[in-house]
């Protein structure tokens, strides 16, 4: 199929971006990797008056670190963020994310950014974004906001960005020390959308006790969920925690959805089973 008829334009600046967005509001849809927007468009699914493509705004496209977090710009691929090691250093949950998401192919044109804006509740990184109390920058003519993960996901595919704005980077805190972090997941193949998908982080005191673990889930809610599973193996030395009770506390408290992919008793149960998995892995990583 072929796309319904809309103008196109592709600005130079940012500012000249936003310039477009304001004249076009809600008629417009933002073109950065387009893996998502053009099978959208190819399939009617959505039929903007107005293209703007942001692929020669080169002031959108840079990967930093500083002291506090890591900050991709809107024009970062998948695949820029997954190699740079700085940004692995400082969080290593992004490379552990990103090399979960679709193939190599799409991830050297598709965006960190616009996958977030796009908010899919399948998303690997919605879940990162959701799980380090990241926020998401959105610019407009004249202003700029900062949104925090937890508003920012509305339902699925719905961001609350409002007509007129662009989503320009997203900042994603570090850890707090001796933290482990990890992202596991099950899919029918490597690279499709995963049936569930957990994403850790334990935090651990100086004598080796657990004081925090946390875990964000994909597609078992219409929006990225994060649960403090911290009740469950607080203050117990991390050899010998019992992940599968913090496994089994997810699971009273996931609700997610049957579909065409997978009943909600199976969603549930990996759920269960891959939180007891992920803690693990997480814990071990700030012990070795």
């Known amino acids: 199929m072929k ?38 468009l190819n399939m009617r699914l959505a039929a903007p008056a107005h293209v703007i493509d942001i692929n020669r705004v080169a002031e959108l496209s840079y990967v930093t670190v500083d002291a506090d977090s890591v900050q991709v710009g809107a024009l970062a691929r998948h695949a820029e963020v997954e190699h740079d090691d700085p940004a692995y250093d400082a969080l290593p949950l992004l490379r552990q994310a990103l090399r979960l998401v679709a193939h ?33 920058t959105a610019a407009r003519a004249g202003s700029t906001r900062e949104i925090a993960a937890a508003d920012f996901f509305l339902g699925p595919l ?61 597609s078992v809610a219409p929006t990225p969920l994060v649960l403090d599973l911290t009740e469950a193996v607080a203050g117990r030395a991390v050899r010998g925690v019992d992940w599968a009770a913090a496994g089994e506390l997810a699971g009273t408290q996931v609700d997610p959805e049957a579909d065409i992919h997978a009943t909600a008793d199976y969603r549930r149960h990996l759920a269960r089973v891959l939180t007891g998995r992920a803690l693990a892995e997480a814990a071990g990583r700030v012990a070795a």
């Open 3 to 40: 796309p319904s008829p809309f103008a196109y334009s592709a600005p130079q600046s940012l500012d000249e971006a936003l310039a477009v967005l304001a004249d076009v509001g809600g008629d417009g849809k933002v073109l950065a990797g387009g893996q998502s927007l053009l099978p959208i």
């Open 104 to 136: 190599p192919v799409i991830r050297n044109r598709g965006t960190t950014v616009g996958s977030l804006a796009h908010a899919d509740p399948s998303g690997e990184m919605t879940a990162v974004l959701a799980l380090t109390d990241g926020t998401v």
């Open 158 to 218: 719905e961001s609350c960005l409002e007509p007129g704005e662009l989503a320009v980077a997203a900042r994603f805190p570090r850890l707090p020390v001796r933290s482990g972090c990890t992202f596991v997941e099950v899919a029918r193949r490597h690279g499709d959308y995963a049936v569930c998908g957990v994403a850790a982080v334990v935090t651990l005191d100086e004598g080796g006790l657990v004081v925090s673990a946390r875990t964000a889930y994909i």
